[in-house]
């Protein structure tokens, strides 16, 4: 079964640090990107980084750009995204998703879009200023 968990949200005090996990199961990772969304109360889901497993390429949204870091072990099949310096704007239920695609640009316009086709089930992440 083709599948994504994430893992690792919480609660944490403003410029606190989280470490979310996504593990993948089902597929190879090799030709696909992984990218992590979130979608805060009363507001559209919005992707927020991505990486390449094919080069390692990474994009991040200006909001997190700075503070957030994505990583990807690619013999483990897991992707994370380092959060660090966390603001109460950053409370949201964080996603990870993955798109079957090598061109770098098409995977940054996905993620934008929200055209990733493979998605995990959500985790919290509650930031109290």
């Known amino acids: 079964e083709v599948q994504l968990q994430a893992s690792g949200g919480g609660s944490v005090q403003a410029g606190g640090s989280l470490r979310l996990s996504c593990a993948a199961s089902?597929?190879?990772?090799?030709?696909?990107?992984i990218g992590w969304f979130r979608q805060a109360p009363g507001k559209d889901r919005k992707g927020i980084a991505c990486?390449?497993?094919?080069?390692?390429?990474?994009f991040y949204e200006d909001s997190v750009k700075g503070r957030f870091t994505i990583s990807s072990d690619n013999a483990k099949k897991t992707v994370f995204l380092q959060m660090n310096k966390l603001k109460p704007e950053d409370t949201a239920v964080y996603y990870c998703?993955?798109?079957?695609?090598?061109?770098?640009?098409?995977?940054?316009?996905?993620?934008?879009?929200?055209?990733?086709?493979?998605w995990g089930q959500g985790t919290q992440v509650t930031v109290s200023s």
């Open positions: 089902g597929f190879t990772f090799d030709g696909y990107a």
């Open positions: 998703a993955a798109v079957k695609e090598r061109d770098w640009l098409t995977i940054v316009i996905k993620l934008g879009s929200g055209e990733y086709n493979i």
């Open positions: 990486i390449s497993s094919s080069d390692g390429n990474t």
